[in-house]
């Protein structure tokens, strides 16, 4: 029979003989590092934190620990689970034992951390040259337990190479030692959130993080109003400019006419629309991915809200296209062909109408010197055309002006 078999039938007397109590603490462990992860699991006194949630003894067949006749011995652990979702498993001395012979397949390696007790870190060693690492012993085979354990530590004795009766006592010395205290959970393994699969137990809904809590909802944004065009304002008129009292051609001896002028133009057109502004303000804490950004590193920004405000564009907008026109009243035509007639029968009507063009986007037009030759109101007309804009199309416009009077000298004869 060989050492190896032998030595798992020791175990086997060591499970049977010793009753293993569950989440027992080892004497004046060494008090954790209060900025690592093993302060939320394990007090300045080496006591388990109250915060942790407790899910009990497990045990689980596992193909590297050691059968005996064909029976599998199970690993052995205690399991809690942090607030956070870490996952901590402590598992007893025999189990430690073959978890370092086996750190692979155990998932020992997989651990983001190990916190020991001195006792653990004895069981460590052993369960390492029981892994087949190359120690060797400088040692009769009769070296005392407490002195092999020892020598372990210090990598000068590899437990196959002593006796089957010191390999017992060397085990025994450890279970014995245990159960003096009540406790055969040596050390601790510590996997994170997002290493729940390579713990024992896998991941279950305790060890999951917790869900960061919801966002406040946003309230929907606010309806604004429409937007609007404001076309801009049509200005156009036309005027006789001189002379102030101007005759017709056949009493003008100085041929001096008519001056007139016209103009039209456009204000510019005003489109107004609306934007939906987020309200934003500060609230204690950090936002869901643990950032600051106001509140001089105490709060994060959310929005509240939205408002409407008011935006506007201007567009220019031109005259395309205009005429200006100066025409013989109606009254005045009827006058001149059935009044002024009966006196003069040789009055008609000479040219009643004269168009005048021009250009620019702001349009102008003039006429100087028009050598009118029939008497009477005269009327002033402007009409056009604007360019539109981008958001407006083009327009039509027309309107009168100031109406003038070209005078007719008349002669009466006295008798």
């Known amino acids: 029979m060989s050492r190896k078999i032998v030595f798992s039938l020791i175990l086997v007397a060591l499970l049977v003989v010793v009753t293993i109590p569950a989440g027992a603490q080892s004497p004046n462990p060494p008090a954790p590092d209060p900025n690592s992860a093993w302060a939320g699991v394990f007090n300045p006194d080496g006591t388990l934190n109250s915060s942790l949630k407790d899910g009990g003894q497990m045990t689980q ?23 956070s979702g870490n996952t901590v498993v402590i598992p007893n001395a025999i ?41 060797q012993t400088s040692l009769g085979q009769n070296v005392s337990p407490d002195q092999f354990a020892q020598d372990m530590i210090s990598g000068q004795a590899n437990i196959w190479s ?16 245990t159960l003096h ?29 917790p869900s960061p809590p919801p966002a406040p909802a946003i309230p929907p944004p606010s309806k604004c109003p429409a937007a609007s065009v404001h076309p801009g304002a049509i200005s156009y008129g036309g005027s006789k400019t001189y002379p102030p009292y101007p005759l017709v051609v056949g009493q003008d001896p100085s041929k001096t ?80 062909l059935n009044t002024l007639s009966v006196q003069y029968p040789e009055a008609y009507i000479h040219k009643p109408y004269f168009g005048f ?8 037009a003039s006429g100087q010197g028009v050598q009118i030759d029939d008497p009477g109101a005269w009327l002033i007309a402007i009409a056009g055309r604007t360019s539109g804009t981008p958001v407006s199309g083009p327009r039509g416009f027309s309107g009168g002006g100031s109406p003038f009077d070209v005078w007719l000298k008349e002669v009466e004869i006295i008798h």
Request: charged residues 10%; hydrophobic residues 35%; contains cysteine.
């Open 95 to 135: 189990t430690e034992f073959f978890m370092n012979a086996n750190p692979q397949e155990s998932g020992l390696s997989e651990a983001a951390s190990e916190y020991e007790s001195s006792g653990g870190f004895i069981t460590d060693i052993l369960g390492q040259a029981a892994g087949g690492q190359p120690l």
């Open 181 to 209: 205290d009540q406790d055969l959970y040596l050390a601790a393994l510590l996997y994170t959130s997002d290493e729940c699969a390579e713990a024992p137990r896998g991941c279950t809904a305790q060890n999951l993080p």
């Open 162 to 177: 002593l006796s089957l009766s010191t390999a017992f006592n060397t085990l025994n010395l450890l279970a014995s030692t």
């Open 257 to 336: 006419g008519v001056d007139v002028s016209f103009h039209a133009s456009v204000a510019p057109t005003i489109y107004i629309y609306y934007i939906q502004v987020p309200i934003r303000s500060c609230e204690t804490g950090p936002d869901g991915a643990g950032n600051y950004d106001c509140g001089g590193g105490s709060g994060h920004m959310v929005t509240t809200g939205y408002r409407c405000v008011q935006q506007s564009r201007s567009y220019n907008e031109c005259i395309a296209s205009a005429s200006g026109s100066i025409s013989l009243s109606s009254a005045s035509r009827d006058w001149i």
């Open 357 to 364: 063009g021009g250009s620019g986007c702001a349009w102008s």
């Open 61 to 83: 067949q596992a193909s590297w620990m050691p059968s005996v006749l064909g029976v599998s011995i199970p690993a052995t652990y205690h399991v809690y689970y942090t607030s």
